[in-house]
């Protein structure tokens, strides 16, 4: 009955205060990233992997029908006078919402505030003449590339060499050769194509991970060159790098270490050469 909604509604909501406070702590937030957050992600992320269909946004979709479908039942139970009934409904939906902020919380909000990805980066000093060196070797590095890809549009752009299975696959490899240091998540999940990617472009959305579902998605609309370093970035995201500066960081070196010219291309494209340039 509302007594038993009640005190379960109660439960979620200490149970979410008890997760707030905890993520204040660095020191827990990766205690409980390293030891349950990357059990949790492993056991989503395969379960989840099995399918090509993005879970994520088949939840939305039912979730927004759901809503509707309780707000407008717990009205129509208030108008008719039935109060207990719309309150047990309502009591119903606000449960649901605790559920899924107690949830996201667990397997996205502790790694927010987790200690720093494991990413060497110079932070001291660079001279002009360094910084010119850095610049002709990029550039050379990127020319490079661009001739090893071999396969050009009309207008001198590259062509991928790989299907969307293929490359999304070689991502996935090049991740996992990579990022292994315990501070990542040990399992790297499959990425997937967002079916309502013209809401994303007409929101200027490149791409979304939802971590409790362990999947990254992308707008499978946008270029392939920007694809590339979003499907690095959501990835980072599935290793357990929550922040964005981090995740484009992670992304890059991820690109650029790749071995593959067409992989460090689009690092280089999407990210390295244009700071440099700009």
Do not use: W
Request: a neutral charge; one cysteine or more.
């Amino acid at each position: 009955g509302t007594l038993a909604l009640l005190i379960i509604l109660a439960t979620s909501a200490v149970f979410l205060a008890l997760l707030i406070i905890l993520r204040t702590n660095q020191g827990i937030c990766e205690f409980i990233c390293r030891h349950f957050v990357n059990f949790y992600q492993g056991a989503a992320g395969r379960f989840y992997s099995v399918t090509n269909v993005n879970i994520f946004e088949v939840l939305v979709t039912l979730g927004v029908l759901l809503a509707i479908a309780m707000n407008v039942a717990a009205i129509a139970l208030f108008c008719k006078k039935k109060r207990a009934q719309s309150r047990r409904v309502m009591l119903a939906f606000a449960i649901i919402c605790f559920g899924i902020a107690n949830v996201y919380t667990f397997a996205a909000g502790f790694a927010y505030n987790r200690d720093a990805a494991p990413i060497e980066t110079y932070s001291g000093e660079i001279s002009k003449d360094v910084a010119l060196e850095s610049y002709i070797l990029l550039k050379n590095d990127l020319q490079q590339c661009y001739d090893e890809i071999g396969n050009y549009n009309q207008d001198g752009s590259v062509i991928c060499p790989y299907d969307d299975k293929q490359l999304n696959q070689k991502l996935r490899e090049t991740v996992d050769s990579l990022l292994k240091d315990d501070y990542y998540y040990s399992y790297t999940p499959k990425a997937k194509p967002i079916i309502s990617s013209g809401i994303m472009t007409f929101n200027s959305i490149a791409g979304i991970t939802f971590m409790p579902t362990c999947e990254p998605g992308y707008n499978k609309d946008m270029p392939i060159l920007e694809r590339v370093h979003t499907l690095a970035h959501e990835y980072a995201h599935t290793k357990g790098v929550m922040r964005e500066y981090e995740a484009n960081l992670v992304a890059t070196y991820v690109l650029l270490n790749s071995g593959d010219a067409f992989l460090k291309y689009c690092g280089y494209f999407c990210r390295a050469l244009m700071r440099i340039i700009m």
